[in-house]
């Protein structure tokens, strides 16, 4: 803005410094106080392109625009009649912020690689079927995108540790969706076995779903905006059935998490989220456990072992999913809303400043754009994300093996064992090799 005395004569000192000060109080008024509560400039927005836009897309649009931190402005699916729903959506959404009656701001893509073109996206959020995370999340990295990757990170430990390089590799900001990391009830659970509440830990127990099992569905008529091709991608060929891929009048999670080729079953799908907690209060986030073995005469559970002695093991039952952490005088035991602590009074407990804390994240949503704009890693980095999956695949190896493996989580190799070792990777289709 220009102070400018009128033409042909000349503002006296005092009028001018009178007027400089108003100028100069209206520059550095923060934008946030110009726009009211809650405001920020479009400048500061940072833009979004979703990758997959199905059910858990539909939350993660929600919950990424609850922050007004963001503006999605594209998407990506090969479901047509899905993406367009998605951007309709969007569009809505910002047309009525605005009061306008149309809004045409959300592009949309068959190929989510046209998506990754555009220089004016910040970041893209990942929700697709797990067989499709690595080659999403490598191109997105190289595209210089930053990323949020739906959990479990990946379908395969090779694809996680590659997810890892790459991210690095290109300096970009990787959010895994674990987002119970954001919530105070794991948040206590970690911070009270990391300082020693209930003493020295013998065992967590970890319920979640069994492993997955050999896709076996009957092969159904293919709706006519789904590019079955596309959705297939890295994987060999197999029949449709609507349970991988439901339609917009299907109201169920779509099956292909039950099925390894598309996912880990419930091993990896709640257990990315469980497992993670037990890694988080282990503090194992940059490694994991040294043996696994899957039920036999002496081990009624899978049962992992770390180096440090604590075992794990995996407790398939009813109910909700579950962590309990076992010490020598007490136990924690954390659900989704619910912490249980023996003795009960540790459930309240406040955790000194001067005690063992973990990342503090209140919103994972959040804590993901304060990252990108620090250019710091957030509370569920991608090597948290895939040491995570990694505990929950090498246990699907276990399973499929019948037989005890060691493990070694520095070199994320099974020792002397190459038919362990050949299941840590997957073939694919030429094209998606990257």
């Known amino acids: 803005m220009n102070i400018e005395t009128t033409p042909g004569k000349a503002m006296n000192r005092r009028k001018f410094i009178e007027k400089a000060a108003v100028v100069s109080a209206f520059m550095i008024v923060p934008r946030f106080v110009l726009g009211g509560k809650g405001y920020t400039a479009p400048s500061d927005l940072i833009t979004l392109g979703f990758i997959g836009t199905g059910k858990q897309a539909g939350g993660l649009q929600e919950s990424f625009r609850n922050t007004n931190e963001v503006k999605i402005i594209a998407a990506a699916d090969v479901y047509g009649a899905k993406l367009q729903a998605f951007a309709a959506q969007v569009n809505q959404y910002y047309a009525a912020k605005a009061g306008q009656s149309h809004y045409a701001g959300c592009a949309t893509y068959a190929d989510f690689r046209d998506l990754l073109a555009r220089k004016d996206i910040d970041a893209v959020v990942i929700a697709v079927p797990d067989h499709w995370h690595s080659v999403c999340a490598i191109l997105a990295a190289r595209a210089g995108k930053d990323i949020y990757c739906e959990k479990p990170l990946s379908l395969t430990i090779k694809e996680g540790r590659a997810m890892v390089t790459e991210s690095r590799k290109h300096k970009r900001v990787f959010q895994t969706g674990s987002m119970q990391r954001s919530w105070p009830e794991f948040r206590q659970a970690a911070e009270l076995v990391r300082n020693g509440y209930i003493g020295e830990i013998s065992t967590v127990k ?9 896709y076996n569905l009957a092969a159904e008529p293919m709706p006519g905006t789904l590019d079955w ?3 297939l991608g890295p994987n060999s060929a197999q029949v449709y059935n609507h349970f991988l891929a439901p339609g917009l009048t299907d109201d169920f999670w779509a099956k292909w998490r039950d099925y390894k080729e598309f996912g880990g079953g419930g091993m990896t799908d709640w257990g990315a989220h469980m497992f993670d907690i037990a890694q988080w209060g282990l503090d194992m986030d940059a490694s994991g456990p040294v ?3 899957p039920p036999d005469k002496d081990h009624p559970f899978l049962t992992y072992q770390y180096a440090n002695g604590i075992t794990m093991t995996h407790e398939p039952g009813s109910g909700d999913q579950e962590v309990t952490f076992v010490g020598s005088t007490g136990s924690v035991h954390v659900v989704r809303g619910k ?9 309240d407990k406040t955790i000194g400043p001067n005690e063992k804390h973990v990342y503090l994240s209140l919103d994972h949503y959040k804590d993901f754009l304060q990252a990108i704009r620090n250019r710091i890693k957030p509370v569920a980095d991608v090597e948290i994300g895939h040491r995570t999956a990694t505990v929950c695949n090498i246990g699907n190896i276990a399973y499929e093996l019948k037989r005890p493996l060691q493990w070694d989580p520095h070199k994320e190799v099974f020792k002397n064992d190459d038919e362990a070792n050949k299941l840590t990777g997957r073939e694919m289709r030429k094209e998606w090799v990257v």
Do not use: A, C, R, Y
Not at 206 to 214: H, L
Not at 339 to 347: A, G, N, V, Y
């Open 206 to 214: 970890v319920n979640v779903g069994p492993p997955p099992v050999p």
């Open 229 to 231: 091709d596309f959705w």
């Open 291 to 293: 043996m696994v073995t």
């Open 339 to 347: 912490i249980e602590t023996t003795p009960e009074s540790l459930k």
